[in-house]
């Protein structure tokens, strides 16, 4: 669809669109000149998160925000100003001056010696048991699903949309499963032993094109972000190297994700038999990331009455989901108030479920005037739990998680949610598992690192 200038600028033309695009750039620049801080490269990804969900459809869609008026559309930025100016008082405030130097700050003989390595094997080769099995043997459509949505029972770890007794082990699983198969591409990185290296691609290549094939853009994210930052942590880069890789790893995953919409639903199999696949490609559009829409949205409703202010009460949903839904049948689903409202219910169920956007979440709970500030909060303390976990423990496991758990930061857009941090729980805990299983035999490895000791790793040659 071609550019539409009179479309665009409804959007162009508003004061408040203008002051949060600018706001974003001032902040990350201010991020840039101190990524020594770990901190600042949350808060940096937590700025790109507000842009992608928040930026780029109204740019990319004109036409689907001609039904508002200027005053809607400068009422919800209006709220996107204000968390972005919320979460970086609240960053200062709350999140510790720790410094980055900690994500690269171990021994890498501890990877090429073979623990860490065994136990990512040990934990992969029993979670694939279970998955295949739940895939009914089917090794090969497992691995590489190119017909997921035709064939939903192919694909690991799959479950209904309302879980039954067992659906929270089988989210269990598929949560620890997509964080050991990103364990793969950060070991790849920080390992200096070429026989590791090579079992660690030959991983790679075997465990991650089911992300991509499935369907879903979030878990892609989550699985190779931790690798690209940790890369960027360990060689000795100057800035255009830096840079030319970000572009790169930028461009495939832009095609990739293009690819997983475009042909999700007839089987990503059909860009090599297609002849026009190029051209699809080049002419498909990125979708679901109109929360710029939700928000007018909830402001809309919250006028009229429809939908009260939730005090909390959406987050409390959040959390009280792990509780299966055989043991408690009238458990509340999460958003359902406004699914219902946006896209209305067939037979008393819903039609589809909606994200709120994570900046229209707060508002939502806590209204206009102090709902940005919810998730600006949540986000600082995010951040505070993050930087402490590197105080003590296994350096090489704990690194790992922190990686991993940055890389969970742009899915937590759509909603706050438990949903999306599970992954980080459940690595928590196996990091402590390891931590004590290597604990009762080499003590050492677990003892507190001295305040300002100076970085173990040194970064990697290109």
Request: with cysteine; charged share 15%.
């Amino acid at each position: 669809m071609p550019f539409d200038e009179s479309a665009a600028a409804i959007v162009f033309g508003s004061p408040m669109f203008i002051a949060a695009i600018g706001l974003v750039i001032i902040l990350l620049l201010e991020a840039a000149t101190k990524l020594h801080q770990l901190r600042f490269i949350y808060g940096s990804l937590v700025y790109l998160t507000t842009a992608l969900w928040y930026f780029i459809d109204p740019v990319y869609q004109p036409r689907e925000y001609q039904k508002f008026t200027p005053a809607e559309i400068d009422q919800a930025y209006l709220q996107v100003v204000l968390f972005l100016v919320a979460f970086r008082f609240l960053l200062q405030l709350i999140a510790p001056r720790t410094p980055t130097r900690i994500l690269r700050d171990f021994n890498p003989r501890e990877i090429d010696r073979g623990p860490i390595v065994a136990a990512l094997f040990a934990t992969w080769l029993v979670l694939f048991a279970i998955g295949i099995t739940r895939a009914n043997f089917d090794v090969l459509n497992a691995m590489f699903p190119l017909k997921s949505r035709l064939n939903w029972g192919s694909v690991m770890f799959a479950r209904p949309r309302y879980g039954g007794t067992t659906a929270f082990l089988i989210s269990a699983a598929s949560y620890s499963y997509m964080m050991t198969c990103s364990g793969f591409g950060m070991m790849l990185v920080c390992t200096r032993r070429s026989t590791i290296r090579a079992w660690m691609l030959l991983m790679i290549a075997f465990t991650w094109p089911m992300f991509v094939l499935s369907g879903s853009r979030h878990t892609v994210l989550a699985v190779a972000l931790p690798a690209i930052l940790m890369t960027l942590l360990v060689k000795r880069w100057n800035m255009v190297q830096r840079f030319a890789f970000l572009a790169t790893c930028g461009l495939v995953m832009n095609v990739l994700m293009l690819a997983v919409i475009e042909f999700r639903n007839e089987g990503l199999d059909q860009i090599l038999e297609q002849s026009n696949s190029a051209e699809r490609l080049a002419r498909a559009k990125h979708l679901g990331l109109n929360m710029p829409e939700e928000m007018i949205h909830i402001l809309r409703y919250q006028r009229s009455g429809a939908m009260p202010i939730e005090y909390g009460w959406n987050y409390v949903e959040h959390v009280l989901n792990v509780i299966p839904r055989p043991l408690w049948p009238e458990k509340p689903m999460p958003g359902w108030r406004f699914a219902a409202l946006r896209l209305g219910t067939h037979r008393g169920d819903l039609v589809a479920t909606l994200s709120y956007g994570f900046v229209g979440q707060g508002v939502s709970n806590f209204g206009p005037l102090f709902g940005p500030f919810a998730p600006a909060l949540l986000l600082s303390v995010f951040c505070r739990l993050l930087c402490g976990l590197r105080n003590r423990g296994n350096p090489v496991a704990r690194a790992s998680l922190m990686l991993f758990c940055l890389g969970l930061v742009p899915n937590l857009g759509r909603d706050i949610s438990l949903f999306v941090l599970w992954p980080a729980i459940f690595g928590y805990v196996a990091v402590r598992v390891y931590e004590w299983r290597l604990r009762s035999g080499r003590p050492v490895a677990t003892r507190r690192r001295p305040a300002g000791s100076p970085p173990r790793l040194e970064p990697q040659p290109a």
